[in-house]
């Protein structure tokens, strides 16, 4: 494995990630369900963050084109929606990251999406990734299930080649067998080495994909475990979903963190990563 000596820091607005700068989280509602609960969550996580001085990215998704079933809640769309996540931006000052799928809302979602996602099962998408790439705002790529580690060199070479650097890795586990994902934990250091920040995404590497049979389950009870475990690993950050009432979520409520879990579990994580800093 090549190791890096200097990581690229990534400029989220007020503050950096990556790089050497401090922990953060990336947290929210897995789908924007109303403007009234978004708003409810943004503001929690805001109070939570800001009393552990953790910087923090807020996501939810307009549209979540690649549900399981074809009547699932999918969202509000991408023009409600993001009028939504602009009012997060101006009334919390929180930066916002959601989800584009297709080439044609990248023009849209830019005008106000802080941080472009691209999902994890379109992660070799080329056409997707170089538009996003091309907006020049800092794009934070899913590894496809599918995909290993190494991989995802050739995502960043497709970033790069568009003058673009500002770039995040997310893992987010491996599928193993069926309705089932294992994370593997060197996944951070192999992705950390090509010189970018890593994320662990703690929520939907506890999914079972297409578990319900019209739906995906998961198991929510080891998302502290493995947030935890890839701390350790040296991760840049954490992303996390979370919920007031994961069991009446829309979408993901499975494998979501109750939102009263949050502030004792960023404590640890925290705790974690200055360890890991200081060796």
Do not use: W
Request: charged content about 25%; glycine content about 8%; hydrophobic content about 40%.
């Amino acid at each position: 494995m090549k190791k890096v000596k200097v990581e690229r820091d990534v400029d989220i607005g007020s503050f950096k990630v990556g790089g050497g700068n401090p922990f953060f989280v990336i947290a929210g509602p897995c789908v924007i369900e109303s403007e009234k609960t978004v708003l409810t969550h943004a503001e929690a996580i805001k109070k939570i963050t800001d009393e552990l001085k953790i910087p923090c990215i807020f996501k939810s998704s307009y549209d979540k084109a690649n549900r399981t079933s074809l009547y699932s809640y999918r969202g509000p769309g991408i023009k409600k929606g993001l009028r939504i996540l602009k009012k997060v931006k101006t009334e919390f000052g929180l930066p916002v990251l959601s989800d584009v799928h297709t080439k044609e809302e990248i023009k849209e979602a830019q005008s106000v999406l802080d941080i472009i996602q691209i999902p994890a099962l379109l992660s070799r998408q080329t056409d997707l990734i170089v538009e996003a790439a091309k907006t020049k705002k800092p794009v934070n790529v899913k590894k496809g299930q599918f995909l290993s580690p190494r991989d995802m060199i050739n995502v960043i070479q497709k970033i790069t080649s568009c003058g673009n650097h500002k770039i995040l890795l997310t893992e987010r586990g491996n599928i193993f067998g069926y309705n089932s994902l294992v994370s593997d934990m060197r996944s951070i250091p192999i992705m950390k080495s090509f010189g970018y920040p890593v994320v662990f995404d703690a929520s939907h590497s506890v999914q079972t994909p297409g578990g319900k049979g019209d739906k995906s389950a998961g198991e929510s009870l080891f998302i502290p475990c493995l947030a935890k475990a890839a701390a350790a690993a040296g991760a840049d950050g954490i992303f996390m979903e979370v919920h007031l009432n994961p069991a009446k979520a829309l979408c993901d409520g499975t494998n979501m963190l109750k939102l009263n879990k949050l502030k004792k579990l960023l404590v640890i994580l925290k705790e974690i990563n200055e360890i890991v800093k200081s060796r």
